[in-house]
């Protein structure tokens, strides 16, 4: 059986420090604000908004919502994140993706401050990542995944570990902050040949396939620590990961279960990187 690495022992630790890091600042004056860009009403969106909102009254995190119709033009979008930039009352920024397909989405992300870019979205964000520098936030899932393994004291360095999806939103960041950790790491994707025999080679595993279930037992072994970074909803119409739980968990050491694992370390995250950008500005001013 499994050692569970469940997100809540992880968030009541995070959280501690946010709310502790919250009030020094508010004994300065400065209260750090996210601001939400939302373009739209997808429920996987209004989902998310509404448990960073939620955590946002809990850490005594301020927030403003901007929403704006699935057709705004990319003028009226464009204007409203210039106008978040110049805002020196907002600190933080969630842009949710992916945007409608008329706008151009890659132009319009980069056009966010970077210095405001909590969520790791911007080029610049990105290569701070890949540059292995603290520089600007990386994004807050693969952050998620770090946090996990660091709270429950599985050291990365010297380590085997397969990141299974290259998106820029989670496995090739997550794949270069394991690697700056000294772990030693493969990326895989639906173009690699024999997967399950890489994964088994694994100590660490990070999946973040985007498909329900479809890492089986024949992908694991005994020993193992498995990150289940998936997010869907199966034919029941229960939430579940791009991992068979029932299958991994009779033969690893420890996973992540979902829900209850990276999604609700995420927003956490969030917030940490609004209240370190909050400080930032502080400090520069």
Do not use: W
């Amino acid at each position: 059986m499994a050692k569970q690495l469940l997100g809540k022992e992880v968030n009541a630790s995070l959280n501690e420090r946010i709310k502790s890091e919250v009030q020094a600042l508010k004994e300065r004056g400065i209260e750090p604000c996210l601001g939400i860009i939302r373009v739209g009403e997808r429920e996987d969106d209004l989902s998310y908004e509404r448990g960073a909102t939620k955590r946002c009254d809990t850490l005594g995190v301020s927030y403003q919502k901007f929403v704006l119709d699935a057709d705004v033009s990319e003028e009226v979008l464009i204007d409203l994140i210039k106008a978040v930039n110049a805002d020196d009352s907002i600190h933080g920024v969630l842009l949710f993706r992916p945007l409608p397909k008329h706008l151009n989405e890659e132009k319009i992300i980069n056009i966010l401050d970077p210095a405001k870019d909590v969520d790791g979205i911007t080029d610049i964000s990105l290569a701070g990542v890949f540059a292995g520098k603290d520089k600007g936030y990386a994004p807050c899932t693969p952050s998620a995944v770090m946090e996990i393994l660091d709270h429950y004291g599985i050291d990365p360095a010297g380590k085997k570990c397969v990141v299974i999806g290259r998106s820029l939103v989670v496995g090739k960041p997550a794949a270069m902050m394991l690697i700056k950790k000294n772990a030693t790491v493969t990326i895989c994707h639906t173009k690699t040949q024999d997967m399950p025999s890489v994964v088994r080679e694994a100590d660490i595993v990070v999946v973040a396939a985007g498909r329900a279930g479809v890492i089986d037992a024949s992908y694991l072994r005994a020993g193992q620590v498995v990150i289940d970074v998936g997010i869907n909803v199966n034919e029941e119409g229960k939430l579940c990961g791009d991992v068979r739980y029932d299958e991994a968990e009779a033969l690893v050491d420890a996973i992540t279960p979902v829900p209850g694992g990276v999604g609700s370390v995420t927003t956490s995250v969030l917030l940490a990187h609004v209240v370190r950008a909050a400080a930032a500005a502080n400090d520069k001013k």
